[in-house]
C-alpha cells in the first residue's frame, strides 16, 4: 500500500476507523513503510508512537489528512487495530456474539480477537461493539492475549500509581503484568494511570507500540522524545527486552556510574523569570526553563550535572476521574554547557490558591502569567498588581465566564513548589 489511496468509500470508512482494508501481519509487509506526517499529530505527546504504527499499517488516519488522536477507542476499533498489529494462534474457537452480525464492518476482526484470547464478550452473550474501551480493558486484553502474568504480587506493583485503588479486581493481574512490562502509558502524568476512562486513539496507539518493543519487535522510541516521561518504567520488574537498564544502549559509558545520576535524586531548582508562576486549571505551560541550584553528584562525589544547568520542561494539569487536582512541572531536557540531554523528572503536584478581590496585591508581585491567568488577574485585582512574563501556555477546558466567580488560580513558588524528583537514571557522556 502506497501512502496516495484510492479514497472509495469502503477505504474511507476503514481508514476513519483506524483500520486498513487487509489483514496485515505485524510489521511483515510487502510493501516499505511510507513517511507519515499526521496535521494532528505534529506537536501531539503520542506523536513517535502514532507515527511509527502509521508507517508500518498497523493504524491509519483520517482521509483529511488527520489521526484524531484525542478521539475514543470503541471495542471494535480495538478489535481491528488488534487484529492488524498481532498474528497470534487461535486458542479458542470462536461462538459469536448475538449484537456483532456477519455483515458487521468489524465481524471478522472481532472474531479473531475472541479466537486468540485478546477480548472475550459479556455473560449476555453480546461484544458490545460500539462501547468505548476503558484504558483498564485495553491492557487487559493485552496481557491475556499475549500471555503475560505478573512476576510478582499485582498490588506491589499497581501500589506505583496513585490511583492504583481505582482499578477494578478483575483488571489487577493484567493491568500488572503490562506494566511490569512498560506497556502502561500514562498521559499527563505517570503517576496516575485513571484507568477507567475511555482509552483515546492516542492511548491505544502506545499501548501497542510498547507492546511490540517488549516482543522485540520495535526498537523502542528515541530517548529524546518527550513521550519517554510518560512511559511507567517500574523499578524491580522485567526490564524491556534488548535495552536492559541502560537508558542510551548507543552510548558506552552509560552503564558507567561515574555519569550516573540515579533515579530518586533531588533537584533544587529557581525561576529567572520571576519570584513566583500563576496558571489557571488545566493550564499546560510549555518551554518552561528551571535552573539547578546545586552540582548534582554521583555516589563517587564527582559532579554530572552542574549548578546553574537550565532544566526545560513542561507544567501540566494533574487530573483523576475528571477532576483537576492541581499542576506539575514534567522535565523533559537538560542543558549541560551546549549539550542537551533527555532528562526524565517531576516535581509535586501543586494545587490552587484562591485569588480574590481581597488579596493583597503583594502577594502577586513579580509574578509571571500566561495570558489567559492574566486576563482573570486582571478581572480581579484591575491594575493593583504589576504582571510579569507571559509564559507560553494552552489553556484546556471551556472559558472562563467573567460574570461567574472566577476559578482558584495555581499560585507556584518555584524554589518550595517545583523541587524535582529524578524519574528515570540519568547518565552523561564524559
Do not use: C
Not at 479514497?7 to 486498513?20: C, H, I, M, P, R
Not at 510493501?31 to 501531539?44: G, I
Not at 489528512?65 to 474457537?93: L, M, W, Y
Not at 509564559?391 to 499560585?411: A, D, E, F, H
Amino acid at each position: 500500500m502506497s501512502n496516495i489511496h484510492l479514497w472509495s468509500s469502503t477505504n474511507a470508512v476503514l481508514l476513519a476507523l483506524g483500520v486498513t482494508s487487509t489483514a496485515i501481519a505485524p510489521l511483515v509487509v510487502s510493501a516499505p513503510a511510507f513517511a507519515v506526517n499526521f496535521a494532528d499529530t505534529r506537536s501531539h505527546w503520542a506523536r513517535p508512537f502514532i507515527e511509527t504504527l502509521a508507517e508500518r499499517q498497523i493504524i491509519a488516519g483520517f482521509p483529511d489528512g488527520t489521526f484524531k488522536p484525542d478521539a475514543p477507542v470503541t471495542r471494535a476499533q480495538f478489535a481491528s487495530i488488534v487484529k492488524n498489529a498481532f498474528s497470534n494462534s487461535s486458542v479458542r474457537v470462536s461462538r459469536g456474539f448475538g449484537d456483532v452480525p456477519s455483515s458487521y464492518w468489524a465481524a471478522t476482526a472481532i472474531g479473531k480477537a475472541y479466537e486468540t484470547g485478546f477480548m472475550s464478550g459479556y455473560p449476555d452473550g453480546a461484544f458490545k461493539p460500539e462501547q468505548q474501551i476503558p484504558k483498564v480493558q485495553v491492557l487487559v486484553a493485552l496481557s491475556s492475549g499475549l500471555n503475560f502474568t505478573p512476576t510478582r504480587a499485582a498490588d506491589t506493583t499497581l501500589a506505583t500509581f496513585r490511583d492504583g485503588g481505582e482499578i477494578p479486581a478483575y483488571g489487577k493481574a493484567g493491568v500488572a503484568a503490562a506494566a511490569e512490562r512498560n506497556v502502561v502509558v500514562n498521559y499527563p502524568n505517570v503517576s496516575f494511570l485513571n484507568p477507567n476512562e475511555t482509552a483515546t486513539r492516542a492511548d491505544v496507539a502506545a499501548y501497542i507500540y510498547q507492546t511490540l518493543v517488549n516482543q522485540g519487535k520495535l526498537a523502542p522510541i528515541a530517548t529524546s522524545e518527550g513521550a519517554n516521561n510518560y512511559i511507567a518504567r517500574l523499578n524491580g520488574t522485567t526490564p524491556l527486552p534488548n535495552t536492559g537498564s541502560n537508558p542510551n544502549p548507543n552510548n558506552p559509558n552509560a552503564l558507567n556510574p561515574r555519569y550516573l545520576v540515579p533515579q530518586g535524586t533531588s533537584v533544587n531548582i529557581r525561576y529567572l523569570g520571576s519570584q513566583k508562576i500563576v496558571v489557571t486549571p488545566g493550564e499546560t505551560i510549555n518551554n518552561l526553563a528551571l535552573r539547578v541550584v546545586d552540582d548534582l553528584k554521583n555516589a563517587q562525589g564527582q559532579v554530572v550535572i552542574p549548578k546553574d544547568s537550565d532544566i526545560m520542561g513542561q507544567l501540566i494539569p494533574v487530573s483523576s476521574n475528571g477532576q483537576i487536582l492541581g499542576t506539575q512541572f514534567i522535565a523533559q531536557r537538560v542543558m549541560i554547557g551546549n549539550q542537551s540531554y533527555p532528562f526524565s523528572a517531576r516535581s509535586q503536584v501543586v494545587s490552587g490558591q484562591p485569588v480574590n478581590q481581597n488579596t493583597p496585591p503583594g502577594t502577586l508581585r513579580d509574578v509571571a502569567t500566561s495570558a489567559a491567568t492574566n486576563a482573570i488577574l486582571a478581572t480581579i485585582l484591575g491594575q493593583r498588581v504589576n504582571l510579569g512574563t507571559i509564559l507560553v501556555g494552552v489553556t484546556g477546558g471551556q472559558p472562563t465566564n467573567q460574570t461567574q466567580t472566577p476559578p482558584n488560580l495555581i499560585v507556584i513558588d518555584p524554589s518550595a513548589d517545583l523541587r524535582l524528583t529524578v524519574s528515570n537514571d540519568f547518565y552523561t557522556n564524559p
